[in-house]
């Protein structure tokens, strides 16, 4: 477990443009170090912002992204191509502009796919997708933050932050829309080597600040084994 630390960056642009190069140079050392990378990524605008961003970097040829694995931290449980779905606006605002390899695309199932509307399987089948690949430590698992100080789909107070085991969960009546959701556990994000949470605006100030203080937040729960970076813009941090 690791003590959070923080970055403060001017706005929104140069937070998303921060962690696009942070995420460029550790995909590089990842792969230099145990020949692949696992990332995973986060729906929401801060996490939107950050995959335009790295999209737009000429960087970003350096990774082979052919030796990327892309889990998600979360989905929003509707049917394929869906524009609210997290791995929709992951393939437009970067994904489809890799050459990645597409096994290693390891999405969240939509509600119209193999499980149908069973949220319940469609959360087991992304478990035991994790098992097969054997339970990876996450090289950087992105998180966004909610005004409320939520992470992923872990909302304070939701019954699904308060689960102790397992990796993956289904959610009913989140309160933030679409209600039925899939969602890494608290346990399964504490297995990240770095854990980064990115919250940007005015709106996220409090939760920020509760978060790193003394406020029971999933935010403020979460840790990687190696690093917890919360990337913030001066808005967000105006409350710390
Ligand atoms: O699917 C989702 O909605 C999310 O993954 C969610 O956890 C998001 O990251 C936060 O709500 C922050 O979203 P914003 O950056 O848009 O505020």
Not at 188 to 216: H, S
């Amino acid at each position: 477990m690791s003590a959070p630390e923080k970055i403060i960056l001017a706005d929104g642009a140069a937070l998303a443009n921060a962690a696009a190069a942070r995420l460029i140079t550790e995909l590089v050392d990842a792969q230099a170090a145990r020949g692949q990378a696992h990332i995973v990524l986060t729906g929401g605008s801060n996490g939107g912002a950050l995959l335009k961003a790295v999209a737009a970097s000429p960087a970003r040829d350096v990774v082979d992204w052919t030796r990327v694995d892309l889990w998600w931290g979360d989905e929003r449980f509707l049917p394929a191509g869906d524009a609210e779905r997290n791995e929709t606006q992951a393939r437009e605002y970067l994904l489809d502009a890799l050459p990645l390899e597409p096994k290693r695309v390891h999405v969240m199932a939509p509600s119209d796919g193999t499980y149908g509307d069973d949220v319940d399987a469609a959360a087991a089948a992304y478990a035991a997708e994790l098992e097969a690949a054997g339970n990876p430590a996450f090289d950087v698992l992105m998180l966004g933050v909610g005004p409320d100080g939520h992470v992923a789909s872990l909302f304070p107070g939701h019954p699904g932050y308060a689960v102790t085991s397992g990796t993956v969960i289904a959610v009913r009546e989140s309160p933030k829309p679409p209600p039925v959701r899939i969602s890494l556990t608290l346990g399964a994000i504490g297995n990240a080597r770095q854990v980064w949470l990115l919250a940007g605006g005015e709106g996220k100030a409090e939760a920020v600040a509760g978060a790193l203080g003394d406020v029971d937040l999933p935010a403020g729960a979460v840790r990687g084994t190696e690093r917890t970076l919360w990337l913030l813009d001066r808005a967000a941090a105006s409350k710390l």
